[in-house]
C-alpha cells in the first residue's frame, strides 16, 4: 500500500509540474510584455538564453547578469544581446 501511495504522489506531482518542463513565463514590466523562456535554456547567472518576447513577436538572445528570488517569483535582470540594453523579468515559480 505504502508503494502506491508514493506512486500516485509522485506521479500527481510530476504532471502539476510538467509545465514546468517546456516553458518558463513571466512577464518584463518596464517593457510591458510577455516572456517566455523555453525548455533547453539553462538559466544561470553568466549564461546565454533565447527568449520569446509577445510585445515583439519574437525571439531574442540575452545574457544572464543576475538571478533572485522575489515575492512574486523569480527576478531575472540580463543584457539583451538584440538591443544592448539590461532588462528585467518577473518569472512565475
Known amino acids: 500500500m505504502k508503494s502506491a501511495t508514493f506512486f500516485f504522489i509522485f506521479f500527481l506531482y510530476f ?3 510538467l509545465s514546468q518542463l517546456f516553458a518558463w513565463e513571466g512577464y518584463d514590466y ?3 510584455t510577455s516572456i ?3 525548455e533547453g535554456n539553462l538559466v544561470r547567472e553568466g549564461s546565454l ?10 525571439f531574442r538572445t540575452a545574457k544572464i547578469v ?4 522575489v ?3 523569480t527576478e531575472i ?17
Open 30 to 32: 518596464q517593457n510591458k
Open 15 to 17: 504532471f502539476c509540474n
Open 49 to 58: 538564453i533565447q527568449f520569446y518576447e509577445t510585445k515583439s513577436d519574437n
Open 66 to 69: 543576475y538571478i533572485q528570488s
Open 36 to 38: 517566455e523562456i523555453s
Open 71 to 73: 515575492a512574486a517569483g
Open 77 to 93: 535582470e540580463l543584457i539583451d544581446l538584440d538591443n544592448k540594453k539590461t532588462r528585467f523579468f518577473i518569472m512565475r515559480n
